[in-house]
């Protein structure tokens, strides 16, 4: 995880792993990690590390805006390289840089104590599951300093456990993973899902003079001033909550249509740009996912 001696000052700490992985890749065999980078998959699904034709086929959606917007952010990070080290610079393209950082996006574990992401190989082989998973246990050798990653069975499931069985790991800390980090960072959309996100802040008056109050009892409800919710949960919770927060439930009806009706508004205009770009592109499983993500916004938002 430790970043190259030449790292950019103030870069962030998984821009310092990425930058890390390209040094080590500049070094070939004489790496000491050769053996991991060797096994390291050779494309990444993660939107970002799309191509542009591919990523057109996301074009008008949330997904594909969140991609360019994270190929942007890399874009300067690898800039920022090219005028820090001009000799790793030359032997690493934007094309290996974006694949390195797509790397640390994907298959990166957080240490505690906000050290930031590492590489632990082996550990990232290990697919995601929401409920069922060994915990990450970290741990640090007294004597060489050296920090020990393992996965731990629970358990209730260690005596169930076979020669075969597949070991799994959680992505987001013990939790359900959020669809929308699953699409960016991974490239897959657990369920078949996508979450639809309404601003419902723009139901509150600007001239209400409780408006400010308004906004904070949101904030702290939601922690942010976003509320999610996804196409078959109760909304009920939702409506009462919003009755609370604006002066009419017909004024957070209204915004929320609206919203709705230009997202769809933007997915449709985008829809002959889609068609152009898959005929342009060869068929593969990232056209069939990008199709399938695309539906997934629109049912959301429906």
């Not at 246990?137 to 990653?149: C, H, L, M, N, W």
């Not at 979450?195 to 209400?208: K, P, Q, T, W």
Request: proline share 5%; hydrophobic share 45%.
């Amino acid at each position: 995880r430790d970043a190259p001696a030449w790292a950019p000052e103030g870069a962030s700490m998984a821009a310092q792993v990425a930058y890390r992985l390209c040094h080590e890749l500049g070094r070939g065999e004489a790496s000491a990690w050769a053996t991991y980078l060797a096994s390291l998959p050779a494309s990444l699904d993660a939107p970002a590390t799309w191509s542009d034709e591919e990523l057109d086929l996301l074009d008008g959606s949330r997904a594909g805006k969140a991609a360019l917007a994270l190929r942007d952010a890399w874009r300067d990070e690898y800039d920022a390289m090219h005028d820090a080290a001009s000799a790793i610079a030359a032997t690493t393209t934007w094309e290996a840089y974006r694949w390195a950082r797509g790397v640390v996006a994907s298959r990166s574990y957080e240490l505690p104590e906000g050290l930031g992401p590492v590489l632990a190989p082996m550990l990232d082989m290990a697919d995601h599951h929401d409920t069922r998973f060994c915990a990450l246990d970290v741990d640090r050798d007294a004597t060489s300093g050296q920090i020990i990653f393992s996965l731990v069975v629970p358990e209730d499931s260690a005596s169930s456990l076979r020669p075969g069985s597949v070991i799994t790991s959680n992505y987001a800390g013990g939790r359900a993973i959020d669809p929308r980090i699953a699409v960016d960072a991974f490239g897959w959309l657990p369920d078949g899902r996508a979450f639809c996100e309404l601003a419902l802040v723009a139901a509150v008056r600007r001239s209400d003079p409780r408006a400010a109050e308004k906004l904070r009892q949101l904030r702290e409800s939601s922690g942010s001033s976003r509320l999610l919710y996804r196409p078959g949960d109760d909304v009920r919770p939702l409506v009462a909550a919003l009755r609370d927060l604006v002066d009419d439930a017909e004024t957070a009806r209204a915004a929320g249509v609206d919203l709705v009706a230009r997202t769809l508004a933007t997915l449709d205009e985008a829809e002959p740009v889609r068609a152009a770009a898959a005929a342009k592109v060869t068929s593969t499983r990232r056209t069939a996912f990008a199709a399938e993500l695309v539906a997934a916004e629109r049912e959301a938002l429906l």
